[in-house]
């Protein structure tokens, strides 16, 4: 038994922190279909969207966090860091994660929000391999933390790629000579400042040139 492709679209237009509208887009997959198939979508929706500035906030203050906590280890001496009765760094990066994913639960939650979960469970199966595409111009809605959302619970299988408003799915058909082409594997190391470290065994094991 073959199986099902679904390839879901949600676009969004407008800003996060302003009125946004999200048009809704489920249907056969064309990575399922015939070369000559054309992707119609089955079900169709468009919504206004509330402005969301708590959900804005939050995301931004996670990213101030995160921004303070991801310096290169090999730069840190944990040795001399002194708080000196300050918010543990870490410590705030979680607090503030935590708050981002209520208000993206919030959000989600919201009875526009809601209608559009409703109506992809009600075209999506378990059975299904499903695709989704989430395209925006704010790049904030790229930032926000989906898999946090209801309808990726369900299906937690499910692929996500993120783009811009004009971004389009295509389809690539390869033949078994374009497969045999990649098989194969490329593989690029970096090691960065080895001072202080022996890297030779893993420039041994991966057959890297000392002078490269």
């Given at each position: ?82 708080y000196m ?119 041994d094991a ?7």
């Amino acid at each position: 038994m073959s199986t099902t492709h679904m390839l879901v679209i949600l676009e969004f237009s407008g800003s996060l922190d302003r009125e946004l509208w999200v048009k809704l887009e489920v249907g056969l997959d064309s990575v399922g279909l015939s070369a000559q198939s054309i992707y119609s979508p089955t079900h169709e929706m468009s919504l206004s969207l509330t402005a969301a500035p708590e959900l804005v906030t939050a995301l931004e203050r996670w990213t101030q966090d995160y921004r303070r906590i991801a310096t290169p280890t090999r730069a840190l001496k944990p040795e001399s860091i002194r708080y000196m009765g300050s918010v543990d760094p870490a410590e705030s990066c979680r607090q503030s994660a935590k708050t981002l994913a209520q208000e993206f639960k919030a959000w989600t939650q919201a009875d526009a929000f809601r209608t559009l979960t409703e109506c992809m469970l009600e075209a999506l199966d378990s059975r299904h391999h499903i695709r989704f595409l989430i395209r925006a111009n704010d790049q904030r809605l790229h930032q926000l933390p989906w898999h946090l959302w209801r309808i990726f619970k369900r299906f937690p299988w499910a692929e996500v790629a993120l783009g811009a408003t004009s971004f389009r799915p295509t389809v690539s058909f390869s033949t078994s000579s374009d497969r045999q082409s990649h098989d194969a594997v490329r593989i690029l190391a970096i090691l960065g400042d080895c001072q202080g470290m022996s890297v030779s065994f893993t420039i041994d094991a991966l057959a890297i040139p000392q002078n490269s």
